[in-house]
């Protein structure tokens, strides 16, 4: 068959959802089936600087429309398209069926060139975008963004959320054609032989335990709250990534060493170097670091909500913590730093628990869902 997968983003700019495309676009290839993608167009300085979104992948056409960039993050682009110009695109490529990924603006546009041409729908719930009001200080947008999420997922064929915790958001929305699908996690990629003595020895010469970070340094991420582990003695925090607030968590956090953004085997290396892993961030639907640490053999504390409820069995792999606690996350992670039988023992656990995690799998769960409404779509 053929798939359009509409992304609200796409490369350059590497995220969560960016990720989850690029594996869906990978199975798509591997298994014989063919691909489009349409995504916002990246900005004129990025394009002349040959920095732009590319024109292809895996020898898939990538249709780009016009754009413009998040007044607070202008690395995000926003889609400002017609629907009519999505119909065209779906209706000149003959697709089969239209993958919606993280949809909001231009999936919302995607949604609606589809149900003019009679095309079946798959939506991925992927980002809590209402929870971002109240961190960007728009509180007053926040139930108008989740009345969007309805009329998004209640329209679409089919949604797959990646948790436990998202399918009861969107249950408790009212929307009914839900599955839960997961992330796969790479784990010849990230695995504990990636543990570079080497890094290590630049950021902790004197044997500091490494505590780690990894994603996007941006406001719904709650880097900030790493604050409360700063003065752990015998600790070296480590930050990896890049966004908007570097400049002010760089101050924030003035003896954390901060590596920038990484990927591939880099990024691996760096995550399998680290002793705990910590993410704070309470909108995450699923979170893929804490599998990829995992993968690395590394323990990770995280906030109690969302994804990481799935992904951490707490006190065998790791430690919940309350949102919003920061004394029960400097404790929780400080039973870690400071106990290294108990460390080394939740981080074979850890390791253990995302072996069976391939993105094969999860690629033909995708394939059935994909078939699953189109024949639905034929037998109405």
């Known amino acids: 068959m053929k798939v359009a997968i509409v992304a609200e983003s796409f490369l350059p700019h590497f995220n969560g959802v960016t990720n989850s495309i690029l594996k869906t676009l990978d199975h798509l290839a591997l298994t014989g089936h063919e691909a489009v993608v349409i995504t916002p167009a990246g900005s004129l300085a990025s394009e002349l600087a040959g920095h732009g979104v590319p024109r292809q992948y895996k020898g898939f056409a990538i249709h780009t429309v016009p754009s413009m960039p998040l007044a607070s993050y202008p690395e995000v ?3 400002t398209t017609s629907v009519n110009r999505l119909r065209k695109i779906l209706a000149r490529e003959r697709v089969d069926v239209v993958h919606l990924a993280s949809p909001f603006i231009l999936g919302w546009q995607g949604l609606r060139a589809a149900q ?3 095309l079946p729908t798959v939506a991925l719930y992927q980002t809590e975008v209402p929870s971002y009001a109240e961190r960007y200080k728009m509180p007053w947008l926040t139930q108008r963004l989740w009345d969007h999420v309805r009329a998004i997922h209640s329209a679409a064929d089919l949604s797959l959320v990646p948790s436990t915790f998202s399918y009861r958001q969107l249950q408790d929305l009212g929307i009914d054609r839900l599955r839960i699908s997961g ?7 990230f695995t504990p032989r990636r543990r570079n003595e080497q890094f290590r020895q630049a950021v902790a010469p004197n044997g500091e335990v490494v505590i780690g970070y990894a994603g996007r340094l941006a406001a719904e991420k709650q880097v900030a709250d790493l604050k409360a582990l700063a003065d752990l003695k015998n600790t070296r925090l480590v930050i990896v990534g890049s966004g908007p607030l570097e400049g002010e968590l760089r101050a924030l956090l003035p003896t ?7 990927s591939g085997e880099r990024l691996a290396e760096v995550m399998a170097s680290m002793d705990v892993f910590v993410h704070p961030g309470a909108s995450e639907t699923f979170c893929q670091t804490i599998q990829e640490a995992m993968a690395c053999g590394v323990p990770v504390v995280a906030v109690g909500r969302g994804g990481p409820l799935d992904l951490v069995d707490s006190s065998r792999t790791g430690w919940l913590y309350q949102p919003g606690n920061l004394n029960e996350l400097r404790s929780r992670v400080s039973d870690l730093v400071y106990d290294d039988a108990k460390r080394l023992a939740f981080a074979s656990a850890a390791l253990s628990s995302v ?7 999860i690629g033909e769960q995708l394939l059935d869902h994909y078939q699953h409404v ?6 109405r």
């Open 77 to 79: 682009r926003v889609a």
């Open 116 to 118: 003019e041409l009679n």
């Open 183 to 189: 992330r796969g996690v790479d784990t010849a990629q």
């Open 256 to 262: 954390a060493h901060f590596t920038g953004f990484l």
């Open 355 to 361: 072996q069976d995690r391939s993105w094969f799998s």
């Open 374 to 379: 189109r024949m639905a779509r034929i037998s």
